[in-house]
């Protein structure tokens, strides 16, 4: 009887941690475990991703640099940067003049990227924080582009974590995120392409284009109500806010 428990079980429970650690990589579980785990696949997660650098300059640097036009040196926030694939990817990009702030949750994850952005010298365009994406470290309307890709599946409030991002981008700003587009395993994590225009139409979006991108995403690019002056490069802790003002979690 005992035996024919654990043949029962042991499938299901080989299931269970397949899907909530490796599959959906914790989301279930809390903002914690998500953390806990990128931490621990930091060192692999290049590897494991191997990203096309060609494709994402061609599909994500090119594309912020012709939408900000004339601007050529926009303040970005990439929020949930990882090892930092878009900051290198604007950096290594000629036509850029700007600075990414690259703001992450996982200490690991910020390792790398520093690492990266040390070894190609990118110190004057690039800087990494670690922060957590609801609670974003930053003065409203600070940033001329405010990215996030392929992250929002994975933070426990995705519209607290939208209205964060664009609280932070100034008027007349540029909102780059992504939608998941396999949702089989994820149920109740991603948003469809509808749910997405609502949200950020009810969020004073405006223009918003969804454009095929990856097999896995979509992008969602859109631009916030009104406008303003750029912010250009600044310093860091120019658009940063009092520590008095930043509760961190
Ligand atoms: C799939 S990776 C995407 C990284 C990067 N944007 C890219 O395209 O390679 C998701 C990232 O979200 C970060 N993350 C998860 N929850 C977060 C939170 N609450 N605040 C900030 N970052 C978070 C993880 O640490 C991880 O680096």
């Known amino acids: 009887m005992t035996i024919l428990a654990i043949v029962f079980a042991l499938p299901i429970v080989g299931f269970l941690f397949w899907w909530l650690f490796i599959e959906t990589e914790g989301v279930y579980l809390g903002r914690r475990v998500v953390i806990a785990l990128y931490d621990l696949y930091a060192a692999r997660y290049d590897r494991v991703k191997q990203f096309d650098e060609q494709a994402d300059l061609a599909l994500i640097s090119l594309p912020i640099m012709e939408r900000v036009e004339p601007q050529t040196d926009p303040l970005i926030l990439d929020v949930a940067t990882g090892t930092g694939r878009l900051p290198l ?10 600075h990414v702030i690259g703001l992450d949750a996982s200490s690991r994850m910020l390792k790398v990227a520093r690492k990266k952005v ?65 949702t089989r395993w994820m149920p109740n994590r991603t948003w469809s392409e509808a749910r997405m225009r609502r949200e950020l139409a009810a969020m ?36 940063q806010q009092s520590p008095s003002q930043i509760a961190i979690p």
Request: glycine share 4%.
């Open 204 to 239: 004073q979006m405006r223009n918003v284009r969804v454009e095929i991108w990856q097999e896995d995403y979509s992008q969602v690019w859109a631009w916030k109500a009104r406008e303003s002056k750029p912010t250009g490069v600044a310093r860091p802790d120019q658009v």
């Open 89 to 98: 990817i604007m950096a290594r990009n000629a036509a850029f003049a700007g």
């Open 118 to 182: 040390a070894a190609e010298r990118f110190e004057a365009y690039v800087s990494l924080t670690r922060g957590d994406a609801q609670n974003l470290p930053h003065s409203d309307d600070s940033f001329d582009v405010v990215t996030c890709l392929e992250a929002l599946e994975f933070l426990p409030d995705q519209r607290a974590a939208l209205a964060e991002m664009i609280r932070v981008l100034k008027p007349g700003g540029l909102l780059l995120v992504s939608i998941r587009i396999d």
